[in-house]
């Protein structure tokens, strides 16, 4: 038998409370995944599955990465790995425009999508099928350069990316920045520090966004000592009876 921690909760119930995250609370949550994939990636692991459902969280506030069925053992260089992986809405995109060919670094556009969730408190590339996915990423991060294409996708997509017409990347500002109440107290959203950390996970190159060790060091300049959140304690009446 394997006897394994207790979790109560993840981290899509916990969203589907709709309550604002304050940002404090988001960057304390994406440390901690960010800690969890340092130790995965340094082992030779990629996950290849995070989204919201397999983040843990107990009630001391304490973060687990659940369902490693899809998690394998990164090559030193890129082979050939199965391309039908993660959950589309979390899904990097160089697993459809390169299919068989990524990295950890897959994992960090994911941790990505997790963080955008926790501002929006909804998915932010929710595509209805992967060709709807690509077209959602690109009209929020925008199309990156023909010399980036010619680098980083196979002729294939690269053509077919081509074809979808030139997408300009929308201000993230607008998306995510500091949300204010009518009397000028902050609401949500994140601050253009914040911002840039966002920005830098959901790089369409995954050249150009940190590995998980990376992130870690942008991400702890930021993080301070708090106590137990209230969304964690609060409301455990009835989510057995949510929807899974």
């Not at 697993?95 to 999508?113: F, H, R, T």
């Amino acid at each position: 038998y394997f006897v394994l921690n207790y979790v109560p909760f993840d981290l899509s119930r916990v969203i589907k409370r709709n309550i604002t995250f304050a940002e404090d609370h988001i960057r304390i949550l994406i440390y901690a995944m960010l800690r969890g994939l340092k130790f995965i990636h340094s082992a030779g692991v990629i996950h290849r599955d995070l989204k919201p459902s397999n983040i843990g969280i107990d009630s001391d506030s304490n973060l687990w990465i659940l369902d490693f069925g899809l998690a394998r053992v990164a090559q030193p260089t890129p082979g050939i790995l199965t391309g039908y992986v993660a959950t589309r809405w979390w899904r990097a995109p160089e697993i459809m425009y390169n299919w068989e060919k990524y990295d950890p670094k897959a994992d960090l556009w994911s941790v990505g999508c997790i963080m955008a969730e926790l501002v929006l408190l909804k998915p932010l590339f929710a595509g209805k099928d992967h060709v709807e996915q690509l077209d959602k990423i690109l009209c929020i991060v925008g199309t990156p350069s023909e010399h980036k294409l010619a680098e980083i996708c196979e002729p294939y997509a690269r053509d077919y990316i081509r074809n979808m017409g030139k997408r300009t990347k929308q201000d993230f500002q607008k998306l995510f920045g500091t949300k204010r109440g009518p009397n000028g107290e902050i609401t949500g959203g994140l601050s253009p520090e914040g911002i840039a950390f966002l920005e830098h996970l959901l790089e369409f190159d995954p050249r150009d966004r940190p590995s998980a060790e990376e992130a870690l060091a942008i991400i702890w300049e930021t993080v301070k000592s708090f106590e137990i959140p209230s969304w964690v304690t609060n409301g455990q009446q009835g989510d057995d009876d949510e929807e899974q």
